[in-house]
């Protein structure tokens, strides 16, 4: 059992940055390809980022392609999510989420999740 843990979540002004991390517990993290994704209340919850087991692969949404970016460090069991330029559509609650698989770019796939983190963006 995986357990994540987020945080770096906050208010900001339209155009600022924000870098989200999530902590696994295990130790075998680089075993697990990882994501970050966003729900807003009323909306389902919709994928944000995706990296790869070793980092090398990546995937974003098209909305913050160029804005965000996904990483992780594995010998610390962390993924990140660097955000820059926000925008009031990015206001959400961001999961962080581990898959089994190499890759994955569905929910549906991700067998771990954090507790969330409020980003809230205001213009």
């Known amino acids: 059992q995986v357990q994540l843990v987020e945080s770096g979540g906050g208010l900001v002004q339209v155009g600022d940055s924000l870098r989200l991390s999530c902590v696994a517990s295990?130790?075998?993290?680089?075993?697990?390809?990882a994501g970050w994704f966003r729900q807003v209340p009323g909306k389902e919850r919709e994928f944000v980022a995706a990296?790869?087991?070793?980092?090398?692969?990546?995937s974003y949404e098209d909305s913050v392609k160029g804005r965000f970016t996904i990483s992780r460090d594995n010998a610390e069991n962390t993924l990140y999510l660097q955000m820059n330029s926000l925008k009031p559509e990015d206001t959400a609650v961001y999961y962080c989420?581990?898959?089994?698989?190499?890759?994955?770019?569905?929910?549906?796939?991700?067998?771990?999740w954090g507790q969330g983190t409020q980003v809230t963006v205001s213009s």
């Open positions: 295990e130790r075998t993290f680089n075993r697990y390809g």
């Open positions: 990296i790869s087991r070793s980092g090398g692969i990546t």
């Open positions: 989420a581990a898959t089994r698989t190499s890759f994955a770019a569905i929910s549906s796939l991700y067998d771990y």
